[in-house]
T-cell receptor, first 114, second 114 residues
Framework: NAGVTQTPKFQVLKTGQSMTLQCAQD?????MSWYRQDPGMGLRLIHY???????DQGEVPNGYNVSRSTTEDFPLRLLSAAPSQTSVYFC?????????????FGPGTRLTVL | AQSVTQPDIHITVSEGASLELRCNYS??????LFWYVQSPGQGLQLLLK??????LVQGIKGFEAEFKRSQSSFNLRKPSVHWSDAAEYFC????????????FGQGTELSVKP
């Protein structure tokens, strides 16, 4: 298993540009999440999904869109990038078994918005 | 409000010395508790988790943590630190049937002196 994969690893955008961060998992996990990591703030939940076709907002959803058309993929879209979105983005997945939410994390995407 | 607090932003210990990283949480439901470690430029790796049962849990790399409900704490310990333990450590809390949603603390950066 490749686990959770994210592309790209690094990205530089100009203010106002749009892009999609890709996330895929091959563990047949129902739950998937996107977090952003900023210095001194830990990880904050952006959006999450409990299954294909179902998404919900987390703590910091503004400026981001998600969709979940398949179990495997959970892309994060930045509609109009802003410097405040400069961050490291992590995708995670978890199985629903027993109600546990132990999450498995991807390697991250480092995004800089100029 | 649900929250996780890691009071120590940065800790320095000597190699071979014992280590304790603090974590306090505020959570309405029965918490599921986690410790993750992040090496520089890497993703997050699960060290250990607590769901129920024995309040002292063992993890990987010689780490352990103790859940104390009366103190709302889940401190991470290691009896003898190795230089390779230098990393950032995150405490996180979730709940049953809250798949995809973890609340993270701000993180504690551990430095190890030779």
């Amino acid at each position: 298993n490749a686990g959770v994969t994210q592309t790209p690893k690094f990205q530089v955008l100009k203010t106002g540009q749009s892009m999609t961060l890709q996330c895929a998992q091959d563990m047949n996990h129902e739950y998937m999440s996107w977090y952003r990591q900023d210095p001194g703030m830990g990880l904050r939940l952006i959006h999450y999904s409990v299954g294909a076709g179902i998404t919900d907002q987390g703590e910091v959803p503004n400026g981001y869109n998600v969709s979940r058309s398949t179990t495997e993929d959970f892309p994060l879209r930045l509609l109009s990038a802003a410097p405040s979105q400069t961050s490291v983005y992590f995708c995670a997945s978890s199985p629903p078994t027993g109600g546990y939410n132990e999450q498995f994390f991807g390697p991250g995407t480092r995004l800089t918005v100029l | 409000a649900q929250s996780v607090t890691q009071p120590d932003i940065h800790i320095t210990v000597s190699e071979g010395a014992s280590l304790e990283l603090r974590c306090n949480y505020s959570y309405g439901a029965t918490p599921y508790l986690f410790w993750y470690v992040q090496s520089p430029g890497q993703g997050l790796q699960l060290l250990l988790k607590y769901f129920s049962g024995d309040t002292l849990v063992q993890g990987i790399k010689g780490f352990e943590a103790e859940f104390k409900r009366s103190q709302s704490s889940f401190n991470l310990r290691k009896p003898s630190v190795h230089w390779s333990d230098a990393a950032e450590y995150f405490c996180a809390v979730g709940a049953a049937n809250q798949g995809g949603k973890l609340i993270f603390g701000q993180g504690t950066e551990l430095s190890v002196k030779p």
